[in-house]
Nanobody, 120 residues
Framework: QVQLVESGGGLVQAGGSLRLSCAAS????????MAWFRQAPGKEREFVAG?????DTTNSVKGRFTISRDNAKNMVYLQMNSVKYEDTAVYYC????????????????WGKGTLVTVSS
């Protein structure tokens, strides 16, 4: 059974940094396309960043967010720099069935999410 557990969310001031973590069990992160999505209040869930089994990445928040992976720990991370008020959202870790995982419809497994709140 695949389980994804996010952590690292919280309150951060605009311009600050935060690193989200995703602990995976029941799957090997280096064998799948992994991704981060987010959902802001009143908005649809949207793609943030993804990483393939070979380490290629794609990112919708270019220049500020970076996805990475630690195969030994079976973890996926999202480094968030220069955060903005509009980055406030629940961030979800996901196992994607296709690449690139640009929409929530291609996700096979979801974590429960971690809330990031950016104060202006």
């Amino acid at each position: 059974q695949v389980q994804l557990v996010e952590s690292g969310g919280g309150l951060v001031q605009a311009g600050g940094s935060l690193r989200l973590s995703c602990a995976a069990s029941g799957c090997t992160v280096s064998s799948y396309a992994m991704a981060w999505f987010r959902q802001a209040p009143g908005k649809e869930r949207e793609f943030v960043a993804g990483i393939t089994w070979s380490g290629d990445t794609t990112n919708s928040v270019k220049g500020r967010f970076t996805i990475s992976r630690d195969n030994a720990k079976n973890m996926v991370y999202l480094q968030m720099n220069s955060v903005k008020y509009e980055d406030t959202a629940v961030y979800y870790c996901a196992v994607a069935g296709v690449w690139p995982p640009m929409t929530p419809t291609v996700v096979d497994y979801w974590g429960k999410g971690t809330l990031v709140t950016v104060s202006s």
